[in-house]
């Protein structure tokens, strides 16, 4: 029974520690997704350039025009989902990091670099297949060009979606194996190298110090899953998002729309959105992984089971 209550209650405090990290990253770093969405979202036509006030030329013109032509509230476009989604999202990924984590032991009382990497994976898989009907919602409200006052609200894209395309595969689980890869991949890469290396660099007693140490090896972590997740992002932003011409589904597959966009578009183009992706992860995988040290410990002391006086 006692050991019952002490993984339960290592769950509550993973689940608390995870939701909290998700929500402060979310809230900072959001602008940075829509600007990478919406970089992701464009094709490279020359026509387009010239014509389309909403063209983007990279991070900084697309934040100008954003403020220009929808206004400084456009920045936080499409940022209902992903706070509804992020917080159960990162506890779930936290709380099944640590239960994959005890399966990848292979029978060794120590975790290996392997364990946190195929611990990082399942985590990463776990949350796509959770978090994918928000991701299509949100890519759709992002792709919006429109006043931030005058774009529809959440609740209407989800039921315009639910009512065009159903609950399936066209519908709020569109480009659910492109999620599946970008985060499971990711999740391999981030969670894999920031426990690994973190138990070789020594920690440090100066708590700012350690505070330091934690946030570049957080930092790293997040720019690392990014650099090689990335072209699986862009497949999911093109199967999610609106298609070129409306009514014909251009982007079907995840490696379908890799193909496609490699053959229509060049080698660059499967990198789109990198700059504000790594400006958005360094740093925010960096918040996560602290905040949820930080917040899980502080958990633990104040939940900690005090000895029983008589």
């Known amino acids: 029974m006692a050991d019952i209550e002490k993984i339960l209650k290592q769950a509550a405090m993973q689940i608390g520690a995870g939701g909290s990290a998700g929500f402060i990253e979310v809230c900072i770093m959001h602008p940075l997704d829509l600007v990478k969405t919406r970089l992701q979202l464009q094709a490279n036509k020359s026509a387009l350039k010239s014509s389309d006030p ?50 990848f032991l292979f029978g060794s009382s120590t975790p290996t670099p392997l364990t946190f990497a195929l611990a990082g994976l399942g985590a990463g ?11 299509v919602v949100k890519v759709t409200l992002q792709s919006n060009r429109a006043l931030a006052s005058q774009a529809p609200s959440t609740w209407m894209v989800t039921r315009q979606i639910v009512r065009e395309n159903g609950l399936g595969f066209r519908g709020l689980n569109k480009g659910l194996t492109a999620t599946i890869a970008r985060n499971g991949i990711f999740n391999m890469v981030y969670f894999g190298f920031y426990h690994s290396v973190k138990g070789y660099i020594p920690e440090y007693e100066d708590p700012l110090l350690e505070f330091g140490r934690k946030v ?40 379908g729309a890799i193909m496609l966009v490699y053959k229509e578009e060049g080698f660059r183009a499967l990198y789109k959105g990198l700059l504000p992706k790594v400006l ?31």
Request: aromatic letters at 14%; proline letters at 8%.
């Open 125 to 135: 898989i776990t949350e796509a297949i959770l978090v994918n009907p928000f991701e």
């Open 280 to 310: 958005r992860l360094g740093p925010g995988g960096a918040i996560m992984l602290v905040v949820y040290d930080y917040v899980y410990h502080f958990l633990e002391e104040k939940f900690q089971d005090k000895p029983h006086h008589l």
């Open 54 to 103: 909403h063209y983007y030329n990279g991070i900084i013109d697309c934040m100008k025009k954003m403020y220009k032509y929808e206004g400084v509230t456009s920045f936080w476009k499409g940022i209902l989902p992903p706070i509804l989604a992020e917080t159960p999202k990162r506890a779930v990924k936290f709380l099944t990091f640590e239960q994959y984590k005890k399966i």
């Open 216 to 255: 570049a090896i957080g930092f790293t972590s997040g720019i690392l899953g990014s650099c090689v997740n990335i072209p699986f992002d862009v497949a999911k932003s093109r199967i999610q998002g609106p298609q070129p011409t409306p009514g014909v589904i251009k982007y079907r597959s995840t490696t």
